[in-house]
């Protein structure tokens, strides 16, 4: 018999689904486009994809990103880099023994409904032009989120006419290249900071401009790592409001206002953007190694201009402008994240389409690995049938009022699209796995009961 299961994708969610799978007895094939496992984390990966530069290091802590299943070695540092990473998932793909159940260097071309049920995957070696369609029971995307880089939109005036480097965070490896330029970098998120951080120990200058202010997080609050405080206490206070003030008062006595540094007010309140962490880029800014400046207005030649009436020449520009949510083998008609915004029941099941699932495609307020492997365990439930999904009407309510609160809470953003809060997230999968065990239950009993014949 085949296997029942594709996984798409042999990141860090891909390889967390094909671990529930082995681990239930579900026949699964998993296939990547890479030569490795690890996805974004592992640097230079040949399938083109990875957004990891060299210097970069994880900004959850070792504690909240390892697997439940496979704790990371304590001997790692508390954040480690993308070496120990990759390394972290090899040990954890050998460790339980399915890395001859992945494809390398293998594409998935096309996703389509089978003629009679489940799904017919087309893929296609990539040392081979010839292609083959295999026919599956369920399918699980893992192909991650942060490999389709979103450039500005709309550009802006003068772009074509720009005699620097443009180019964006996506496509940034090392400083090489960047020495005594005169360097802007677009954003203010994770990558952002980071690249700022290193091109102003070598280029001549180097601006960091971005719409809006934001809340920087330290990677330690009193010694503590920050991310710690999501599954601390104050994380499990009963009401939000009362989660976030907890939050401000420890920032605000560990690190002051981010105006000190010059950084603008920001515009929203704490935990209503995806948090930027960074060490390193108050202190820099303090050095005056790094000169903020507003939004682009509009490039001209070697200039740009910015919405305040400065100017200033530039060499290179790095647009640190986030990523698009897209899946190539899946047809727009079947499936699509306009504007970044799918419909999914608890961001995994999509209710249109029986068998297809989505692993890993969340931003959490912590970190993927974990939550990845509670949804694969979810998903596995149902393909073993202990439990069954609501009716298509409560589903999508369920993602109704998921859009909402996401509306209501976080600024105006595609990337906030997807964001989940980690303890919120997993006690939401929790009590879902609950439910459809239960709803499993009740229909069993159901089909049990005998009705007698009328008289």
């Not at 369920?138 to 991650?144: D, F, K, R, T, Y």
């Not at 920050?226 to 008062?249: E, G, I, K, N, V």
């Not at 209503?272 to 400046?293: C, E, F, N, Y």
Request: hydrophobic fraction near 40%.
């Amino acid at each position: 018999m085949g296997a029942r299961v594709c996984v798409i994708g042999a990141g860090s969610s891909g390889i967390a689904a094909c671990q529930v799978l082995q681990e239930r007895g579900v026949e699964f094939d998993c296939i990547e486009a890479g030569s490795e496992v690890g996805g974004n984390w592992r640097y230079l990966n040949d399938n083109g994809m990875s957004s990891s530069y060299k210097s970069l290091h994880i900004n959850t802590s070792r504690e909240i990103m390892e697997y439940k299943s496979f704790p990371m070695n304590d001997r790692y540092p508390t954040y480690p880099n993308h070496v120990q990473i990759a390394h972290y998932f090899d040990a954890f793909v050998d460790h339980f023994g399915f890395r001859d159940r992945i494809q390398f260097r293998t594409e998935v071309v096309q996703v389509a409904p089978g003629a009679d049920g489940g799904w017919d995957v087309t893929i296609r070696g990539r040392d081979d032009a010839g292609t083959t369609v295999r026919h599956y029971e369920a399918v699980l995307v893992a192909n991650g989120h942060h490999w389709d880089a979103r450039l500005p939109e709309p550009r802006f005036p003068g772009s074509d006419t720009f005699t620097g480097m443009q180019t964006h965070s996506h496509h940034y490896k090392t400083f090489e290249g960047y020495e005594d330029k005169r360097v802007l970098v677009l954003g203010i998120g994770n990558s952002a900071c980071d690249i700022a951080v290193e091109t102003s120990k070598v280029a001549e200058r180097t601006f960091l401009a971005m719409r809006r202010g934001a809340h920087v997080l330290p990677k330690y609050i009193f010694g503590i790592p920050t991310d710690h405080l999501t599954t601390s206490p104050f994380a499990r206070a009963p009401f939000f409001w009362m989660r976030r003030l907890s939050f401000q008062l420890l920032l605000r006595l560990s690190r002051g206002k981010v105006t000190k540094y010059g950084l603008p007010e920001p515009d929203h309140r704490l935990l209503s953007a995806h948090p930027t962490i960074s060490d390193d880029l108050l202190t820099r800014l303090g050095h005056g190694d790094i000169t903020v400046k507003p939004n682009i207005e509009r490039l001209d030649g070697g200039k740009v201009h910015f919405v305040d009436g400065s100017v200033e020449a530039i060499d290179v520009i790095v647009y640190c402008t986030g990523y698009k949510i897209t899946f190539p083998f899946l047809d727009e008609s079947l499936l699509a994240a306009h504007d970044n915004e799918i419909s999914l029941y608890h961001r995994v099941v999509d209710p249109a389409h029986p068998g297809l699932y989505f692993v890993g495609l969340v931003q959490p307020l912590g970190a993927i690995m974990p939550l990845a492997e509670a949804q694969s365990a979810w998903v596995a439930d149902l393909l073993e049938g202990t439990a069954t999904l609501p009716s298509d009407r409560e589903m999508r309510k369920e993602i109704a009022a998921y859009h909402q609160s996401v509306v209501k809470r976080y600024v105006a953003s595609k990337r906030h699209t997807i964001q989940v809060d980690f303890l919120e997230y997993f006690a939401e999968l929790k009590k879902e796995r609950a439910a459809a065990r239960n709803r499993r239950g009740q229909s069993r009993a159901l089909g049990a009961v005998k009705v007698p014949a009328s008289q």
